[in-house]
């Protein structure tokens, strides 16, 4: 369906628990977060019957986030529901990695697409610094199996910073080298831990790899998100470029998000949206949920507000899933 922009939206991306098994320095607290009750949550059923909703509007792919999505049980199970529906015809999942070995055949068995693992650095010790709790070769071997099980193309997000990786950059480049990955690399957006590093922008990364290697602009069109994909001479998969920093890419912004609370939200950065669970919770009857998700992407905002700093959501990243 169309927005109040004209803007297309068939993507949904759907956190599943704000629950997570690592602490990355720059998305959660050390301590954690106060995290949202069981019931609070909503069930398979409920995520299901929202995206079958969906579905009757044109969304046709679906992401798995969280928190970190693998530490919610039986995941397999909705995944399996939400690829039965006929309109689905991509469901993906973005994850830390941590888990994709322990649950990398259910999760292929029940027919997830593709894959985007999260990873900031490749060296062992400083991986277990920034996430404070991970182990690299674990992530490391979810990576291969992965790809092994052709969930393809994987991709690699890698969110840049001053003080943790932008040293490391050449080295995420040369990965993309060795292996068939997409390469990803996020300019850090400013909220909540993320406020506390400096952003390196995307053109820096470019100049950075250009002291080594030639970037070549991929002309096939890759996805329907922001990312500009290039690729050096010896890339086996590209290298992209998410830069919602310094090239707003609002205007074509084909996506919606759901928490895990049930909450519908309408743009990564501000808090406009609708709370899905209350009609849920009261008897909503499909075709009325299907014009309740209908009357609100009709008023998605046209932009972010995170150049201007202006207030916005709340939630952190760990809440909303990216
Ligand atoms: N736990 C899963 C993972 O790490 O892939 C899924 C949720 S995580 C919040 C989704 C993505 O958001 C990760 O790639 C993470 O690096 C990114 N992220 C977290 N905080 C960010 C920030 N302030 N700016 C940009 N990306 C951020
Ligand atoms: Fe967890 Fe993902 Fe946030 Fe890291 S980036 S703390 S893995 S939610």
Redesign the pocket.
């Known amino acids: 369906m169309l927005d109040g922009y004209g803007r297309k939206i068939d993507y949904l991306r759907i956190?599943v628990t704000d629950r997570?098994n690592?602490r990355?320095m720059?998305?959660m607290p050390e301590k954690g977060i106060d995290l949202i009750p069981h019931e609070e949550i909503l069930s398979f059923e409920e995520i299901f019957r929202v995206v079958k909703s969906a579905s009757q509007l044109g969304i046709n792919k679906i992401r798995i986030?969280?928190?970190?999505?693998l530490v919610r049980v039986g995941l397999p199970k909705l995944i399996k529901s939400i690829k039965s529906l006929p309109g689905i015809r991509e469901v993906s999942m973005?994850?830390?990695?941590a888990l994709l070995e322990k649950h990398m055949d259910e999760l292929d068995k029940a027919g997830l697409n593709r894959v985007?693992?999260?990873l900031?650095t490749l060296n062992k010790e400083k991986y277990l610094r920034v996430t404070r709790l991970g182990d690299l070769n674990k992530v490391l071997r979810g990576i291969k199996l992965a790809i092994e099980k052709g969930l393809t193309p994987v991709k690699l997000?890698?969110?840049v910073t001053k003080e943790i990786n932008f040293s490391e950059i050449m080295d995420f480049v040369k990965l993309g080298e060795e292996l068939p990955l997409d390469i990803r690399f996020?300019?850090?957006?400013?909220?909540?831990?993320?406020?506390k590093?400096t952003?390196v922008s995307n053109e820096e990364i470019k100049t950075a790899i250009r002291k080594h290697r030639e970037l070549i602009p991929c002309s096939e069109v890759k996805g329907s998100g922001p990312a500009k994909y290039f690729k050096t001479p010896f890339s086996q998969g590209s290298i992209g470029f998410i830069s919602?920093m310094s090239h707003e890419f609002c205007g074509t912004c084909n996506r919606v998000r759901l928490t895990s609370e049930g909450f519908l939200k309408l743009c990564l950065h501000w808090k406009t949206g609708i709370n899905l669970k209350e009609f849920l919770r009261s008897g909503v009857k499909d075709k009325e949920l299907t014009e309740i998700i209908s009357e609100a992407i009709k008023g998605k905002p046209d932009k972010h507000g995170f150049i201007s700093r202006k207030v916005s959501d709340g939630r952190?990243?760990?809440?909303?899933?990216?």
Do not use: A, K, W
């Open positions: 956190s997570c690592l990355c720059y998305c986030t969280g928190g970190e999505p973005t994850t830390n990695g985007n693992i999260s900031d997000n890698v969110v996020i300019e850090l957006m400013p909220i909540g831990e993320g406020r590093f952003h919602p952190i990243m760990s809440q909303i899933g990216g």
